[in-house]
């Protein structure tokens, strides 16, 4: 059978290919811009995002950002019950991609896109070659590939299929650029004096982020120890509602000189009450990874001006996993990671 991605791919450095770097993350750099060359809603994209409107909200350290970003709306609003995602075409498929758009490979398995709707610069999806269901034990290996070959130029980000991933048909995970999230760069030095430390080992530190706003569990060390630990964390989740496929979930993972760097956001609800209110009190939110830390989309002016410090800190508690429930999470974990 022919290669559906056969025609799709294009090679970093070929006559007529991308420019090629001297790491990945060079590569991809120049390779959006390459792209955006070619593909005009890319670059009219790329060109909006860098006049979006920002301001800060008083929730966590760093604050969290808000941003009004129109061009997320297919994306926000996206429907993702089970028969509406079968009655579209896959958007991540490489017969339903748009004419202009192409990929680089990664590793034998997946495939880098650039995303047509970026919410902050640099935002890439890497997509499995096979179209197989969104699932974070899929995912976990190929985020975590994502983030120890990006180094810190790249944060990469994991949607469960009901936390917001708008594709949760085709296994994916997305990349931002590095150092920019607000729960990010609050834990790239490792736990504040205020943080609860899960575990401390020569070669994985794991803590819960405190002060935030909402839950965040965080993990540092070597890759494999960061791998079996999320794997922990995700299975000791998932004991608190044994019926659900997956435990509600968004992922970080960023590359650090020593190993890699995860954020685990536990989550209770896709979407908050407000999302689903007809009236007045409508707020266009539907958070993801890019939400949790700290970069909060809004698709209409409206949301934009009425996402203020209380709002947003009442979306984050809506959708986030209780603080009884977190607590229990943390005790089960310290004991699993320490026995471990
Ligand atoms: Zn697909």
Same mark, same amino acid.
């Given at each position: 059978?022919?290669?559906?991605?056969?025609?799709?791919?294009?090679?970093?450095?070929?006559?007529?290919?991308?420019?090629?770097?001297?790491?990945?993350?060079?590569?991809?750099?120049?390779?959006?811009?390459?792209?955006?060359?070619?593909?005009?809603?890319?670059?009219?994209?790329?060109?909006?995002?860098?006049?979006?409107?920002?301001?800060?909200?008083?929730?966590?350290?760093?604050?969290?950002?808000?941003?009004?970003?129109?061009?997320?709306?297919?994306?926000?609003?996206?429907?993702?019950?089970?028969?509406?995602?079968?009655?579209?075409?896959?958007?991540?498929?490489?017969?339903?991609?748009?004419?202009?758009?192409?990929?680089?490979?990664?590793?034998?398995?997946?495939?880098?896109?650039?995303?047509?709707?970026?919410?902050?610069?640099?935002?890439?999806?890497?997509?499995?070659?096979?179209?197989?269901?969104?699932?974070? +034990? #899929?995912?976990? %290996?190929?985020? !975590?590939? @994502?983030? $120890?070959?990006? &180094? *810190?130029?790249?944060? /990469?980000?994991?949607?469960?299929?009901?936390? +917001? #991933?708008?594709? %949760?048909?085709? !296994?994916? @995970?997305? $990349?931002?650029? &590095? *150092?920019?999230?607000? /729960?990010?760069?609050?834990?790239?030095?490792?736990?504040?004096?205020?943080?609860?430390? !899960?575990? @401390?080992?020569?070669?994985?530190?794991?803590?819960?982020?405190?002060?935030?706003?909402?839950?965040?569990?965080?993990?540092?060390?070597?890759?494999?120890?960061?791998?079996?630990?999320?794997?922990?964390?995700?299975?000791?989740?998932?004991?608190?509602?044994?019926?659900?496929?997956?435990?509600?979930?968004?992922?970080?993972?960023?590359?650090?000189?020593?190993?890699?760097?995860?954020?685990?956001?536990?989550?209770?609800?896709?979407?908050?009450?407000?999302?689903?209110?007809?009236?007045?009190?409508?707020?266009?939110?539907?958070?993801?990874?890019?939400?949790?830390?700290?970069?909060?989309?809004?698709?209409?002016?409206?949301?934009?001006?009425?996402?203020?410090?209380?709002?947003?800190?009442?979306?984050?508690?809506?959708?986030?996993?209780?603080?009884?429930?977190?607590?229990?999470?943390?005790?089960?974990?310290?004991?699993?990671?320490?026995?471990?």
């Amino acid at each position: 059978m022919s290669d559906p991605w056969a025609g799709r791919l294009v090679i970093p450095g070929a006559p007529d290919g991308p420019p090629a770097g001297t790491t990945l993350a060079e590569t991809l750099e120049g390779f959006l811009g390459w792209q955006a060359a070619r593909w005009p809603r890319l670059a009219r994209a790329r060109d909006a995002l860098a006049g979006v409107r920002v301001w800060e909200v008083p929730v966590g350290r760093p604050a969290c950002r808000v941003q009004w970003n129109p061009d997320r709306t297919l994306s926000t609003t996206a429907r993702v019950d089970p028969a509406s995602v079968a009655a579209r075409p896959c958007f991540l498929c490489p017969g339903a991609l748009p004419e202009e758009e192409r990929g680089l490979a990664f590793g034998a398995d997946a495939v880098i896109l650039a995303n047509p709707a970026p919410i902050l610069p640099d935002h890439l999806v890497f997509v499995a070659r096979a179209h197989v269901p969104q699932a974070v +034990g #899929a995912a976990l %290996p190929l985020l !975590l590939a @994502v983030a $120890a070959t990006l &180094g *810190g130029r790249f944060s /990469a980000f994991y949607n469960g299929p009901r936390c +917001g #991933a708008s594709a %949760p048909d085709h !296994l994916h @995970v997305q $990349a931002v650029r &590095g *150092g920019v999230l607000p /729960a990010e760069r609050a834990a790239v030095d490792g736990p504040g004096p205020d943080d609860r430390l !899960l575990v @401390v080992r020569p070669d994985l530190t794991a803590w819960s982020l405190q002060g935030q706003g909402r839950p965040a569990l965080a993990f540092q060390g070597r890759a494999d120890r960061v791998a079996s630990a999320l794997g922990v964390a995700v299975e000791t989740l998932g004991q608190l509602r044994p019926d659900a496929p997956e435990p509600l979930l968004n992922l970080l993972a960023v590359g650090r000189p020593q190993g890699v760097l995860a954020l685990l956001f536990p989550r209770a609800a896709h979407r908050p009450a407000c999302f689903f209110d007809e009236g007045p009190a409508r707020l266009t939110v539907s958070p993801g990874a890019l939400d949790m830390a700290g970069e909060i989309v809004a698709v209409r002016e409206e949301d934009f001006q009425a996402l203020d410090g209380s709002r947003v800190a009442s979306i984050f508690s809506e959708v986030s996993l209780d603080p009884g429930r977190v607590r229990a999470l943390e005790d089960a974990l310290a004991r699993r990671l320490y026995d471990g």
